[in-house]
Structures are given as C-alpha cells and as structure tokens.
Nanobody
Framework: QVQLVESGGGLVQPGGSLRLSCAVS????????MSWHRQAPGKERELVAS????????NYADSVKGRFTISRDNRKNTVYLQMNRLKPEDTAVYYC??????????WGQGTQVTVSS
C-alpha cells in the first residue's frame, strides 16, 4: 500500500535550518508530483511547496519563497524540503503528499517543526 514517512523535524532557533525527508513506497514515485504541506495549531493545512514528477518544475508559497527548497531523488523514492532562515511562524506539523489518479490524496504522519529561541 501507499506509504509516506516524514522525518527530520525538530526544535531550531530562528534563523536556523532543517532538512525534512519523506520516504515513499507502494506506488511509482517517479511518475507523480509531490508536495509538502504544513498545519499550524488552529490553522488550516496549507501548501508549502510542490515538485513535478521529474523535478523539473517547483512551486512555493509566497511565505517561504527564497528560504525553502523542495527536491527529490527518484532513485531513493524520497522527497526533501530544505528549510533555511526559519522563522517562528514556520512552526507547524509538516506533511508530504501525493495525489494519485487525480483524486486520491495520501499523507504521511507528519513531522513537527518548532522554531523558537
């Protein structure tokens, strides 16, 4: 079955960096676009970044442009989110996502990112 497992979250000071990973299995990873989303307490889940199946095109939320980078390694079935110059408002649970068949969304369990001094 489809599985997505995020890792790499933690506590970091403002201005610091983290690299999130999402290891996937159960579907043809190299054939699908992938995305990262986040959900802060009391807020709706929001799209942070997305990447096409071959990695040739990426998109970012305005709030993270220039600070976050999404990438993927199709040999390792893994998608990454490099987060630099982190801010307290980046604190959230981060999830990776794949939409299969254009209608079915699969999510990982999430990884907590806390930016605080």
């Amino acid at each position: 079955q489809v599985q997505l497992v995020e890792s790499g979250g933690g506590l970091v000071q403002p201005g610091g960096s983290l690299r999130l990973s999402c290891a996937v299995s159960g579907f043809g990873f190299s054939s699908y676009a992938m995305s990262w989303h986040r959900q802060a307490p009391g807020k709706e889940r929001e799209l942070v970044a997305s990447i096409t199946y071959a990695g040739g095109s990426t998109n970012y939320a305005d709030s993270v442009k220039g600070r976050f980078t999404i990438s993927r390694d199709n040999r390792k079935n893994t998608v990454y989110l490099q987060m630099n110059r982190l801010k307290p408002e980046d604190t959230a649970v981060y999830y990776c996502n794949v939409r299969i068949g254009g209608v079915v969304d699969y999510w990982g369990q999430g990884t907590q990112v806390t930016v605080s001094s």
